[in-house]
C-alpha cells in the first residue's frame, strides 16, 4: 500500500510545484532540503472535510495544524481531519495548569499564516509541536502549504520529524 501512494505522490509532482505555496513555507521546504508537489485549488479549502473533498481522499488523511495556548504559551498540536483534540489531555501531556484555543491573531502572530492554511512546519516562531500518534494511521498524510489553498502529501513519520513533532494521545475519545 505504501508504494501505491508514493507512486501516486511521484505521478502528481509532474503536475505540481511550489509555487502556489506561501513564501516562507517555500524557504522552509527548501531549508529542509524536501522536495513535494504542492497542489492549488482554485477555492479555499479552510476545513478538513473542504480539503479531503478537493483532494479525493479521506478526511482522517488530512493533518490539522491547530495552535493552542499552554499557560499562555503557544503550542501546535497536528491532528487528523477526523479527529477533535482533547484539551484537557493536551493540558495533561504538558503538566500545563490552562490550554486554551488561541485566537486568530495568535495564530498569525505565532505561526505567520493565517487560520486555515497553517502548515505543519516553516513557522515564524519555534513553537512546542505535540502531533497525535492517530496520523501514524496512514501512508501519506495533506497538510496545509502556508494558504487556505494549497496543501501538500508526506507520509506522516516525516510530517511529525521534520515539525520536530512529540508523539502524543491527544484525540478526544469516542463514546
Known amino acids: 500500500m505504501a508504494r501505491t501512494a508514493t507512486a501516486s505522490v511521484r505521478a502528481m509532482s509532474t503536475h505540481d510545484d511550489t509555487t502556489g505555496a506561501h513564501p ?3 524557504e522552509a521546504l527548501r531549508e529542509l532540503g524536501l522536495d513535494v508537489p504542492v497542489r492549488r485549488f482554485p477555492d479555499a479549502t ?7 473533498e478537493a483532494i479525493g481522499c479521506d478526511v482522517s488523511e488530512i493533518v490539522k495544524s491547530l495552535i493552542f ?3 499562555g504559551t503557544p503550542v501546535l498540536v497536528l491532528m487528523d481531519g477526523s479527529s477533535r483534540v482533547d484539551v484537557e489531555r493536551v493540558r495533561q501531556e504538558l503538566g500545563a495548569e490552562s490550554v486554551k484555543r488561541a485566537d ?27 502531533a ?16 487556505p489553498h494549497t496543501v501538500f502529501p508526506l507520509d506522516p513519520k516525516s510530517l511529525i520529524a521534520h515539525a520536530g513533532g512529540t508523539l502524543v494521545d491527544v484525540r478526544e475519545r469516542t463514546a
Open 69 to 71: 495556548t499552554a499557560d
Open 24 to 26: 516562507r513555507f517555500t
Open 104 to 130: 486568530a491573531d495568535l495564530v498569525r502572530e505565532t505561526t505567520g499564516y493565517a487560520i486555515g492554511g497553517v502548515p505543519p512546519f516553516g513557522h515564524r516562531t519555534r513553537t512546542r509541536v505535540l
Open 132 to 147: 497525535d500518534r492517530g496520523l501514524l494511521d496512514h501512508d501519506v498524510v495533506w497538510a496545509a502549504a502556508g494558504t
Open 46 to 52: 479552510r476545513t478538513a472535510a473542504q480539503a479531503a
